[in-house]
Every structure is written in C-alpha cells, then in structure tokens.
C-alpha cells in the first residue's frame, strides 16, 4: 500500500495538467474499433477522432468524461479534449516547467522530450517521492503530451501504475492521434 500512496499524487498531477475539461464533452464515442489495415486498434474519441491504441488495449469514456485506456482493466492513458482551444498547446520546454512544478516534493528525471511544432510536445519521465528522512521512494514512469489536431487540444498523460512499456505505448498513441475524414 505504501507504493500507492506514493504514486496518488501523479493522479492530481495529471488532473491538474489536464483540468479544465468540462464542458468537453466526448459526444458519440462509441466503443474501440479495429482498423482494417493494420493490426492497431483505433479508438475514437469523438466522431472523426482517432487515437491509435495498441493490440489488446481497449477504451472507454470514464464519469469525468476523459478518454482512458490500456490494456484489459487496466486503464494507464488518459486523454483529455479541450476543443477550440489548440492555440493554448504548450511547448514541450512549458510542459517540463509544468510538471516540475506540481512535482517539487519528487526526485525528477526528464527522460524524452519531443516536440513538433504547432502539432506534438511529449515528455517522459521518471520520479520518485522524497521521503522526510532524505531518501528516495520507489520509481515510477510517467508521460505528459499534448497534441493538436486542427483547432482543438487533447492533453495525455499516463495513470498510476503504467509501466515503462505502458508510458511508451501511451506516448505513441497520443503522438498519432487524428481527425479522420467525414464519409461523404
């Protein structure tokens, strides 16, 4: 239990880089759906949005209406729509100011940072609690991204308990998410 209690604050982490989405609600989200032309899963996050997921993750739309995956039961990505609002995408040096703020009371490691201007800034990560008598708690991987796609934002970031094989996988999908056509 002490692992747990360590890693909750990565949930208000999360929440709190990625608050503000009410309002954003993900109309017609229907369930995952597989692509015909490869073996990657694609769930749409609204009508006409795409968020590629790996074989054997699966999604759903949680209460709070964020967008969450991984694999069965075990949700470890959280997507969050802020559309109309992909002028705000911060860059990949704000996103790492962001998080080394909300993280002050943990020993952080900036992993990977990517960025593609006007569209991606991913970041991950490793960290630990500090502990009262000067160690370091048990470390944990995480990702943070945003990505535009057209005018609107989908901020990401893992959940509690992702693993480095998880936070890679949630850092591909959020990097390739898409807006796909309206079928005429």
Not at 29 to 55: C, F, I, Q, T
């Amino acid at each position: 239990m002490r692992l747990g209690t360590h890693i909750a604050p990565a949930t208000v982490l999360a929440l709190a880089l990625l608050s503000g989405c009410k309002g954003c609600k993900q109309e017609d989200a229907p369930p995952a759906v597989a692509s015909a032309d490869s073996g990657e899963r694609a769930s749409p996050l609204r009508s006409g949005v795409k968020v590629p997921l790996p074989d054997g993750w699966s999604a759903q739309v949680a209460p709070d209406e964020s967008f969450q995956a991984g694999p069965p039961g075990r949700p470890v990505l959280r997507v969050d729509l802020r559309r109309g609002q992909g002028e705000q995408m911060p860059t990949v040096d704000a996103l790492a100011d962001r998080v080394r703020e909300e993280l002050k009371g943990y020993e952080l490691s900036l992993d990977q940072e990517e960025e593609e201007a006007n569209s991606y800034s991913l970041l991950r990560i490793t960290f630990a609690p500090k502990l009262a008598d000067g160690g370091v708690g048990v470390q944990a991987p995480g990702f943070f991204g945003a990505r535009r796609v057209g005018s609107d934002l989908f901020l990401c970031a893992t959940l509690p308990g992702a693993s480095p094989e998880d936070v890679r996988l949630a850092t591909e999908a959020c990097r390739n998410i898409e807006v796909q056509a309206a079928p005429k």
